[in-house]
């Protein structure tokens, strides 16, 4: 089982900058892929980013190719999502989530995943 706690969101202006953190708890983190997703009122869940669980395979949403990047440190049990030239649209409460065993054609589907953190609101003022 992992707990997860994500952090670093706020409001920033358009073109700025944001990395979120994903802190798991337990000592089998790396047994864990983990995945990014976001929700803006009043829409779905979507997918934002993956990683494997060394780290070799990422997957970014086209959306945000290129302007976001996912990244881990095992050591540190931490996922991150360092968000760059962001836009108001991508304004959102930003989950991570993790799984031990999700398929990369099931990485973009929420309920594939065990496990969630609580959110935090990224806020994109134009």
């Known amino acids: 089982q992992v707990q997860l706690v994500e952090s670093g969101g706020g409001l920033v202006q358009t073109g700025g900058s944001l990395r979120l953190s994903c802190a798991a708890s337990g000592r089998t983190f790396s047994s864990y892929a983990i995945g990014w997703f976001r929700q803006a009122p009043g829409k779905e869940r979507d997918f934002v980013a993956w990683?494997?669980?060394?780290?070799?395979?990422?997957y970014h949403a086209d959306s945000v190719k290129g302007r976001f990047t996912i990244s881990r440190d095992n050591a540190k049990n931490t996922v991150y999502l360092q968000m760059n030239s962001l836009k108001p649209e991508d304004t959102a409460v930003y989950y991570c989530a993790a799984d031990s065993r999700i398929t990369i054609g099931r990485i973009q589907i929420p309920y594939e995943y065990n496990y969630w953190g609580q959110g935090t609101q990224v806020t994109v003022s134009s």
């Open positions: 990683i494997s669980r060394n780290g070799g395979v990422t």
